[in-house]
């Protein structure tokens, strides 16, 4: 089950805030966590409830681990080891055993069998969780907590599949506070408003562009492409991933801000970024700050000199990277974007004692190209598509037009196909819908500045004028989903 399935929208979501609503209101406080608890397994088990116990025994292992992390005086350090060796083993066996077998073999030609295995959904971001719940536990920052609590914390089901990474002290504490009915109105209100914003986000912007970057992407490793084939499908893709991925945060936050559980916000406008530290400041942010806190800074931060520094920013986007998928063109990218981050400290200590600066339009614009390529490389499905993209995005394969325009051979003496038959690859309207995509996330308000500074989302503010509008959202959004209903793509991760 999807955020941006029929059975979610109109079913499963609505019971589950009435049901809550209704024990709430009558002071069933332990009773509406219980409920939560098993509406989250069911939306996991929907999937295939016969991994619901991998996720189950995780908690388990974890919530003991955890208490004795609380209590422990000098084995802290080595149960805290064994409880992160545990964790990463169980990510590392279901999510990179293929590709290191795959790679042995390719290295060593040793006859190792190379299991082929299903990735449980949400383990990724689980592990994550649960790594920097142990982590907290072993520096004493958490509170007495018991084992509802906790098994609600990991399988909450709005943050489950996709994020954002939750803390503990995030969201434990938000579990059983009391509210007042007034508090429960406005969060549903609230919530709505944001849920639909990314159910649009998702259903119209991402998946129409997906249309124009799947194709693309799909035929790079088969076939030349021209280069505003290229182009098209690395702008198309550029804004799929950031509508799929932002709309997807949206809505986990709206859904839990219905249930009165505020999450973290995890998008802040990220291609309005300067440069590219900012860009992750604001892309994912939860992910990047788990980084920053449980990696970086344990390997030394910036405290151990400039080398350093520039080392250990490479090493966390590296791994970050690989986090991402069992391939190397993930690996790339994340290293791609741990060198630019060292870049970036570089010139700004370089520069900043001379009074340098750059035009920020030059900036913005080497930010931007330099994510788009990165996202070439992040979506391909093997670095040969990847090079086979780059290539044509910087002319190697030369300018081929649509055959609409094949009447300009004659005039510019351009290399023209007429013959190509790849669905939307030499479609111009790409470029327009990316254009006015572009327009939209460089100079209009996010989503939770829409819902927050201007007034969408409170109680009081609510009319028919807006209710209306926020109906017609959804029903634009079923309309599309019934032509087609693409899967989030940080379900994969």
């Known amino acids: 089950m999807v955020f941006s399935s029929f059975q979610f929208i109109l079913v499963f979501l609505p019971l589950v805030v009435v049901v809550f609503m209704l024990l709430q209101s009558r002071g069933y406080v332990r009773a509406s966590s219980y409920w939560l608890i098993a509406a989250s397994l069911f939306f996991y088990g929907w999937w295939n409830y016969r991994y619901l116990a991998l996720p189950l025994g995780s908690v388990v292992f974890n919530y003991w681990l955890g208490k004795r992390l ?20 169980l990510l590392g066996w279901y999510k990179y055993a293929g590709f290191f077998a795959e790679n042995i073999v390719a290295l060593t030609g040793l006859p190792i069998p ?19 719940f142990l982590v907290d536990c072993h520096r004493g920052q958490v509170q007495p907590f018991d084992f509802r ?5 990991i399988v909450f089901f709005p943050h489950l599949i996709a994020g954002p990474v939750v803390r503990h002290h995030e969201l434990l504490p938000q579990l059983e506070a009391p509210r007042d009915m007034s508090t429960r109105w406005h969060d ?3 919530g709505i408003h944001l849920f639909a914003i990314g159910l649009f986000k998702k259903t119209v912007f991402a998946d129409m562009m997906a249309g124009y970057a799947d194709p693309v992407f799909g035929a790079a490793a088969v076939t030349p492409l021209s280069l505003l084939e290229a182009w098209g499908g690395a702008l198309a893709y550029t804004f799929q991933l950031y509508f799929d991925f932002s709309g997807y945060a949206d809505m986990a936050v709206g859904g839990a801000r219905m249930l009165g559980v505020h999450l973290p916000q995890n998008f802040d406008s990220p291609y309005k970024a300067q440069n590219i530290a900012e860009f992750w400041r604001r892309w994912h942010i939860t992910l990047s700050n788990f980084l920053r806190d449980y990696l970086y800074i344990p390997l030394g931060g910036s405290r151990c000199g400039r080398v350093r520094t ?8 590296l791994l970050g990277g690989l986090w991402h998928g069992a391939a190397w063109t993930f690996v790339i990218w994340g290293t791609m974007h741990g060198v630019a981050l060292a870049i970036c400290h570089g010139w ?9 600066t750059m035009p920020r339009w030059l900036a913005y614009a080497l930010t931007m190209l330099f994510v788009l390529i990165g996202w070439v490389i992040f979506r391909a499905r093997s670095w040969n598509a990847a090079a086979s993209v780059l290539a044509a995005m910087f002319g190697q394969t030369g300018l081929m037009l ?23 690859l030499a479609d111009s309207n790409v470029f327009i819908y990316g254009l006015l995509l572009f327009l939209l996330c460089k100079y209009a308000p996010n989503s939770r500045e829409w819902v927050e500074q201007r007034g969408f989302g409170a109680l009081e503010n609510l009319t028919f004028s807006r209710a209306v509008l926020v109906a017609i959202i959804l029903a634009v959004c079923m309309v599309n989903m019934l032509a087609h ?5 940080y379900y994969v991760f």
């Open 310 to 317: 520039h080392v250990n920013l490479v090493i966390t986007m």
């Open 70 to 89: 609380l209590t422990a005086n000098g084995g802290g350090r080595r149960l805290l080891i064994f409880g992160l060796a545990a964790n990463l083993a």
């Open 348 to 356: 700004k200590e370089f520069s900043q004692p001379r009074g340098w």
């Open 188 to 190: 549903i209100t609230w």
């Open 114 to 132: 190379v299991p082929h295995i299903a990735l449980p959904l949400a383990i990724s971001f689980c592990t994550f969780q649960q790594v920097s």
């Open 149 to 153: 609590r906790y098994l609600l914390y």
């Open 485 to 489: 209903n693409e899967v989030f793509i």
């Open 402 to 424: 649509p055959r609409e325009l094949a009447f300009l051979g004659g005039w510019t003496g351009i290399s023209i196909s007429t013959t190509r038959n790849l669905g939307h």
